[in-house]
Structure formats: structure tokens, C-alpha cells
């Protein structure tokens, strides 16, 4: 591409961008040093296709390149997360910086360009989804009991205190609140995830059924039954089992004839003990900042307020976590967060008035 005499404003959209792939590759190199193997590998390729970008906007500019520019905040951010964390947040950061490239509807950016910034989206997501996949289980238990603990405890603390109770009433029963709160989602996690377990141990093949296999009478036997059970057809459970019992008769047959019992589901799920207590831990830390005010000796309206605030940036800080580990928008998942809980509190504190009226 060729551009004679490019505008004031043309050099300084091609200088922002070639700051900003500078940044972006060097986002790449810097999580790339955290990783090993195959991550690793695919990391510094990105960054190498980021370069690539950057000698685009280098020969658009030619002698006029000019002073370094900054990046975009939002590169900067994801390069201070990269040098310093190098988590699965910044993958998910990354993976939104790339859905936001500005190519599509650059006409000095070429197709090809546009088309990179989709294909590393999606190699980013699919980097992002094995950090999310390892923190599925204790991230879930984590942002449900927080969330819970907030949004429970803070609608009881202002449906109680909008009755008129005094503080000490209104404190016995935040704290009542949260230990009743957390010994239930603890309980409830540790019977929902034993369940699950026993579920996937009663449909986890044998690990000793396949020793039956050798001593199975070759011309009536029910091998090819177990291949037509776990989904295969006729013929080729029966290819299945005609394979097993060549290899038998050669003395190749391995030790897992029926196939290798995976565990990984099991490990994905995790033990009941550790999900009771994660989740015990942080009801109990959501639950434990809608009473702080009263602790502290607040109360009346004050109390309240500072109640709401502190609950309001935790809920805020919960939703734009899950907003950036899910690929979505941080602000939309934080106001979602925060709207839900104040709902709820709202109701309640207006029920509480009621109440307090009512008994008056």
C-alpha cells in the first residue's frame, strides 16, 4: 500500500497503532517467559505476527515514524499485568483487546491484518479456557459464596435495622446471619459435590474388569456387549472385539483391554471437604462487610450507608472479575452485580419500614 503525502492525522493513527503492537508483542514475550512447552511456543508466535503488524505501520510511515508514542491504556494495563501477574486474567484481557481490534474499519489496515487480529482472538481464547478450565471448581465456589454472603447478609442487616432494632440487635443478627449462612453453603457444597462424585464413580468403568477379558471363551463371549453398551453398533462393537481377541491370541493385549479409566472429571470436580471449606470462607467474607459499620460502633442511617458503599464496590469487584475470566464485558458483569444486590436489599430494607411502621 502506497500513500503519498499522509495527512496529520493519518501519521498519528499509524504511530498510535505502531505503538500498540510494540506493546501487544511484548505482552506476548512477557507471558511466554511464565510458560513452558507448547503455551510457550504459541505465545512467542503471536508476539512474532504482532511484529509483522508492526512493519506494516513502520513502511506506511517511512522517514516520518517520528517520537515513540505511548500504547492505549488499555495496553499498558494489559502489559503491566503481563510482567507482573501473567495470569489467566491477562490472557482473558488479551483475548478482548484482540476482539477490539480497530483493522476491520482501518482502510489503511489490510484485510490480512484484520483477519490475524480474529485468528489470534481465538488462539488467545483457547489459551485462556485451559486457565479457566483449572480454576472452574474453587473460582465458582469463591464468587458464589462472596456474592451470596454479600447480597444475604447486607439485605438482612438493612431489612432488620429498618425496623427501628437497636444496634446490638442489628449486630447478633449480621453475625447470626453470616455463620447460619456460611454453615449452609459449606454443607451444601460438601453434598453437592460428594453427589457428583458418586455419580461419576458409578458410571467410571472398572479398572479391574478388563483382567476379565483372558479368560473369556473366544467363540461366546459378551466383550462385544460392553463396546455395544458404552455407544459403538453392532459391527463395530464386534470389529472391537474381534481386534481384542487377535491381539490376545498374539500376546499383545495391553493391561486395559476395555479401554483407560479417566480420573480427569474426578479432578475437575475436586473433593467434597475442600469445596464445604472454600466455600464456608468466603460466604463468610462477603457476609462479614455489610456488619463492619456496626462493628465499629455506626449506626442509624450512617451505618447503612457505609453498609451499602462497602457492599456496592465488592459487588463491583466480584462482577468485573467474573466479567474479565468469562471474556465478557467487566463494566456490564459489575453494574449486573451491583444492580442484583441492591435490588434484593432494597426490597428488603422497604419491607423492614413496613414492619417497623406496622408495629408502631
Keep these: 500500500m502506497v500513500v503519498s503525502q499522509p495527512t496529520a492525522s493519518q501519521l498519528r493513527r499509524w504511530r498510535q497503532h505502531l505503538a500498540n503492537e510494540r506493546a501487544e508483542a511484548a505482552v506476548y514475550r512477557d507471558l511466554a517467559q511464565r510458560r513452558d512447552g507448547a503455551e510457550r511456543e504459541i505465545l512467542l508466535q503471536l508476539a512474532a505476527a504482532e511484529g509483522r503488524h508492526e ?6 510511515l517511512g522517514d516520518q515514524v517520528g517520537r515513540p ?19 489467566v486474567f491477562t490472557l482473558a484481557l488479551a483475548q478482548r483487546a484482540e476482539a477490539r481490534s480497530a483493522y476491520e474499519t482501518d482502510v489503511d489496515a489490510t484485510p490480512t491484518m484484520a483477519a490475524d487480529e480474529r485468528i489470534h482472538m481465538e488462539v488467545v481464547r483457547a489459551l485462556a479456557s485451559r486457565g479457566r478450565d483449572q480454576l472452574s471448581g474453587s473460582f465458582r465456589a469463591a464468587v458464589f459464596g462472596a456474592n451470596d454472603g454479600l447480597v444475604s447478609n447486607l439485605a438482612l442487616v438493612l431489612g432488620i435495622s429498618a425496623t427501628g432494632v437497636s444496634n446490638h440487635t442489628i449486630l447478633a443478627t449480621g453475625l447470626a446471619g453470616l455463620i447460619a449462612g456460611a454453615l449452609s453453603m459449606g454443607a ?19 479398572a479391574t474388569a478388563g483382567t476379565a477379558v483372558k479368560a473369556l471363551d473366544v467363540d461366546a463371549n459378551e466383550l462385544a456387549l460392553v463396546y455395544r453398551a458404552r455407544g459403538m453398533s453392532e459391527e463395530e462393537a464386534a470389529e472391537q ?16 483391554p476395555l479401554g483407560e479409566v479417566s480420573t480427569e472429571k474426578h479432578e475437575a470436580v475436586g473433593t467434597g471437604l475442600r469445596a464445604a471449606v472454600s466455600s464456608f470462607m468466603f460466604f463468610a467474607s462477603g457476609a462479614l462487610i455489610p456488619v463492619l459499620p456496626y462493628l465499629f460502633g455506626l449506626s442509624g442511617i450512617t451505618a447503612v450507608v457505609v453498609s451499602a458503599v462497602l457492599v456496592g464496590l465488592a459487588l463491583l469487584s466480584t462482577g468485573m472479575i467474573v466479567g474479565l475470566l468469562s471474556g465478557g464485558p467487566p463494566l456490564r458483569r459489575a453494574m449486573r452485580q451491583l444492580l442484583i444486590g441492591y435490588g434484593a436489599a432494597t426490597v428488603t430494607y422497604l419491607l423492614g419500614l413496613l414492619f417497623g411502621t406496622a408495629a408502631g
Design 55 to 60: 512493519n506494516h505501520w513502520l513502511t506506511l
Design 241 to 256: 472385539s474381534a481386534a481384542v481377541f487377535a491381539s490376545l491370541r498374539s500376546g499383545a493385549l495391553g493391561d486395559s
Design 188 to 206: 451444601g457444597e460438601y453434598v453437592s459435590v460428594n453427589s457428583q462424585l458418586e455419580l461419576l464413580e458409578a458410571s467410571t468403568p472398572s
Design 69 to 87: 508514542h505511548r500504547p492505549d491504556l488499555r495496553t499498558r494495563v494489559l502489559g503491566f499485568l503481563a510482567r507482573h501477574l501473567g495470569s
